[in-house]
């Protein structure tokens, strides 16, 4: 899987959008970009994936830039349970497993 | 429905104990995953389990073992303990089919635990 590269911390204002820079130059042509993110004590969540396509669910949306070799996380409107630690991660999705290779993500601080 | 459940929640162990920790995953998913996290390694991946096979495995010692029954649970056996295997022991289930099935892993609570 390729290596991903996030910023360790960033600070959003509530009801504000939130962008979480990701960076994986070495992507391949058959890897996935997923997001998860751990909010305090808890397991990880899963949030988004994306191969080329800009994505869109009910929590975020994920700009996947033409070249793939960055994308962004966004959260519209960010509220204080947003607070969170954020993962870029890139595998290859086969039938050989699913073995997550977690970064050390970036850190979202909500603030009122 | 269910989501993944791991017991115990907190265990407390001493040097050269060994401990087992235990997770069901969510009904109909084949796929167990286990993780380690720590405030200085961060997620790290141990090993995966589909239909009572290993698939995967991350770079850690023979200590760490794991095992999957035929009804999908599964379970993470550490041998004696050493202080540094404290942290908190997520595990994961998937479909485990492959391909675009598996989108997601739903990740349970954890299991903590201290080793003194």
């Known amino acids: 899987d390729a290596k991903t590269t996030q910023p360790p911390s960033m600070d959003c204002a509530e009801g504000r959008a939130a962008n979480l820079p990701c960076n994986h130059s070495?992507?391949?042509?058959?890897?996935?970009v997923y997001w998860y993110r751990q909010i305090h004590s808890q397991g990880p969540q899963y949030i988004i994936h994306?191969?080329?396509n800009n994505e869109t669910n009910e929590m975020a949306s994920l700009i996947i830039t033409e070249d793939r070799k960055s994308s962004t996380l966004i959260l519209p409107h960010a509220t204080l349970r947003d607070t969170a630690v954020y993962y870029c991660?890139?595998?290859?999705?086969?039938?050989?497993?699913?073995?997550?290779?977690f970064g050390k993500g970036t850190s979202l601080l909500v603030t009122p | 429905k269910a989501g993944v459940t791991q017991t115990p929640r907190y265990l407390i162990k001493t040097r050269g104990q060994q401990v087992t920790l235990s997770c069901s995953p969510i009904s109909g998913h084949r796929s167990v995953s286990w993780y380690q996290q720590t405030p200085g390694q961060g997620l790290q991946f141990l090993f995966e389990?589909?239909?009572?096979?290993?698939?995967n495995k991350g770079n850690f010692p023979g200590r760490f073992s794991g095992r999957q029954f035929s009804n999908s649970r599964s379970e993470m056996n550490v041998s004696t303990l050493e202080l540094g295997d404290s942290a908190l022991y997520l595990c994961?289930?998937?479909?485990?089919?492959?391909?675009?099935?598996?989108?997601?892993?739903?990740f349970g609570q954890g299991t903590r635990l201290t080793v003194v």
């Open positions: 070495t992507i391949s042509g058959n890897e996935y």
């Open positions: 389990y589909f239909s009572e096979t290993q698939r």
């Open positions: 994961a289930s998937s479909l485990g089919a492959g391909g675009l099935v598996d989108t997601e892993a739903f």
């Open positions: 991660i890139v595998r290859v999705v086969s039938n050989s497993g699913y073995a997550l290779n």
């Open positions: 994306g191969l080329k």
